[in-house]
């Protein structure tokens, strides 16, 4: 079981990870990892692209045939785009339809294991200690800070960990971000820097 410390610092470290990569791209990334589970819904999305590359391909067969010489072929093929065409609109409203319910129950389960975890956890654990404090290191004010709103004095409160947790992560995050911009900045600087004197040599 993880410690109460660890638990928090997770659950900001996932909560970070969403707002940094965007919850729409998460949501498309599972969508395509649920389609290739085998369900109705993924035999329902073969289905549809495979009616689409059928209408496609009338579509061009019906183009290279001449309405006024070829009238029955051209008819022919008309039909049969038609009702492929037809066939497909269909599986992609079904399609679409199931994509919503997904993307709800995605972001129902999202924002349950990482904001709704957050305020639960600072809820039931609002009077329990993180860790307490070493004896007589802090001026009372502080223990009183720290300790904020429910915590026993001399301890640190959930919601002060919380906001730690939050802040650094952010912050190294942009430290990291900064010094990636750099290191790839200088690489980007010396790659030229070599071909020149390849080409002056």
Known sequence: MLSL?????FVHLAI?????IGASTI???????????P???SRNAREQQKKKREAVQLKLEMNSTSSQDEFAKWAKLRRRHDKAMEEYE???????????????SIKIARWLSTNGLKIFLQFWYSKTPVFALPA???PYYVEWVLSFPRAPLGSVSIQVWSNVCATTIGVVAEVLGAMLVQVVGQKNNAIPANGDDKKTQ
């Not at 990334?29 to 589970?37: D, F, M, Q």
């Open 16 to 20: 970070y990870l969403v707002n940094t």
């Open 39 to 41: 369900t109705s819904t």
């Open 5 to 9: 410390v660890l638990t928090v610092l």
């Open 136 to 138: 007589g290191w802090f």
């Open 27 to 37: 949501d498309n990334l599972l969508w395509l990892l649920y389609l290739k589970i």
């Open 90 to 104: 269909n599986m992609n409203k079904m399609i679409t339809a199931q994509k919503t319910s997904f993307e709800w």
